[in-house]
């Protein structure tokens, strides 16, 4: 075992703040990788302060963290796909018993015996999984994924979650050629969605709370951007859309989206707010609507996004922070002020 800087939060009211953890020496399909880069989700916020207790409770200290980006210090004796100096990413799986249907069909993220990167039971330490708010962490290296070069790495780390997180449901949408899709919340998640949208050539519309947010959704790729607060415009495209991805982070009123379908048309949910979501059943059965969800999406099918963003050059739009500056980051996530994710310089960990 070795000592890593870490940022953790000791309860779900205090402040992230510098700890020691331990990481593993790496065996032999390990890779030992010095982290560059993470980004800030609001699944971290969610965790850190146990938003999520009925369904994943936290377990603390907890280092929060699963957008990582670093350099390769070391690997094991039996790793075959990585050297060290090579850039690679880790998001927010980091195993899976790689046997189940689950793991097969390569959807490790519903594999029962799944570990996430942080806040799962650590299999090797005993205790949790701590995250990429650290200076180091050790990897099996099936669940580690190459970086294209040509990428900034800043903006390549929110790709592992927010990247794979929207990029998911639009492929397994289908051919999204010329559909008007639809996304509601333009923060991390949001943003990328908004970029894959466009890229594989929908007609993309962004649904915000946040007026002073309209020039850079047009910027980031939107057709049109509603103001969702304005009924007026909300009314005008009701009934109008095949397909609307729903990234907010907090409670709302879901209906208002089954509203916005035609017929047949589906509400994808990736936003995770604390509570239940309200659901009528007359916005569903009118229309014959659809309303799913979706979770990150498996090893194989974000290697394949890391490439087709190497590919037409995506990466997020990030302020890059000082792990110092983690407390007031979060402060902004809960004000919906993110343009578009935060991105931690994990030099600056260096420095305490
Ligand atoms: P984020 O950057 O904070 O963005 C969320 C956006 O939702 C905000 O920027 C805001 O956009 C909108 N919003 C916030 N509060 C709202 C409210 N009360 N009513 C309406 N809109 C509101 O968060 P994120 O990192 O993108 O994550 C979004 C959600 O997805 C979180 O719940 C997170 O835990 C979850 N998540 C799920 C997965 C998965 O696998 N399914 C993966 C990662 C994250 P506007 O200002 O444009 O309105
Ligand atoms: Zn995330």
Not at 77 to 93: A, R, T
Not at 118 to 127: A, F, M, Q, R, T
Not at 149 to 176: E, F, K, M, Q
Request: net charge negative; aromatic share 8%.
């Amino acid at each position: 075992m070795f000592k890593a800087k870490a940022y953790s939060a000791s309860s779900a009211t205090s402040p992230l703040a510098l700890d020691n953890i331990q990481r593993r020496e790496p065996s032999k399909r390990d890779v030992q990788i010095e982290i560059l880069f993470c980004g800030i989700c609001h699944s971290d916020l969610h965790t850190a302060r146990n938003e999520w207790s009925s369904v994943m409770p936290t377990t603390y200290p907890c280092v929060p963290g699963h957008e990582i980006v670093g350099r390769v210090i070391k690997v094991g004796s039996d790793v075959k796909s990585f050297n060290p100096d090579e850039i690679v990413g880790v998001g927010c799986l980091v195993d899976s018993d790689q046997s189940c249907p689950a793991c097969q069909a390569n959807v490790e993220q519903f594999c029962p015996d799944s570990t996430f990167t942080y806040n799962s039971p650590d299999k090797h330490l005993g205790g949790v999984t701590y995250g990429g708010y650290s200076e180091s962490i050790v990897v099996d290296e099936k669940f580690v994924l190459k970086v294209p070069g040509n990428l900034n790495l800043a903006g390549v780390a929110p790709l592992l979650c927010a990247g794979i997180t929207t990029y998911s449901p639009i492929r397994r949408w289908g051919d999204i050629k010329g559909k008007k899709v639809g996304v509601v919340g333009l923060g991390g998640l949001g943003h990328m969605g908004v970029k894959f949208a466009k890229a594989f050539g929908a007609h993309v519309v962004v649904f915000t709370t946040s007026p002073g947010k309209k020039d850079d959704a047009v910027r980031l790729g939107a057709d049109e951007v509603i103001i969702s607060t304005d009924t007026e415009q909300m009314k005008k495209h009701a009934g109008s859309f095949d397909f609307i991805l729903d990234t907010v982070s907090a409670d709302h009123d879901i209906n208002v989206y089954l509203g916005m379908l035609s017929m047949d048309g589906t509400v994808t949910l990736v936003g995770a707010p604390e509570k239940p979501l309200a659901v009528s059943a007359f916005a569903l059965i009118f229309g014959r609507k659809n309303l799913n969800g979706s979770l990150i999406g498996g090893l194989k099918e974000t290697q394949e996004m890391l490439d087709f963003c190497g590919e037409h050059n995506i990466t997020s739009d990030v302020e890059v922070i000082p792990i110092q500056k983690v407390n007031e980051a979060y402060e902004r996530l809960v004000k919906s002020d993110v343009k578009y994710r935060f991105s931690i310089d994990m030099a600056s960990l260096k420095a305490e």
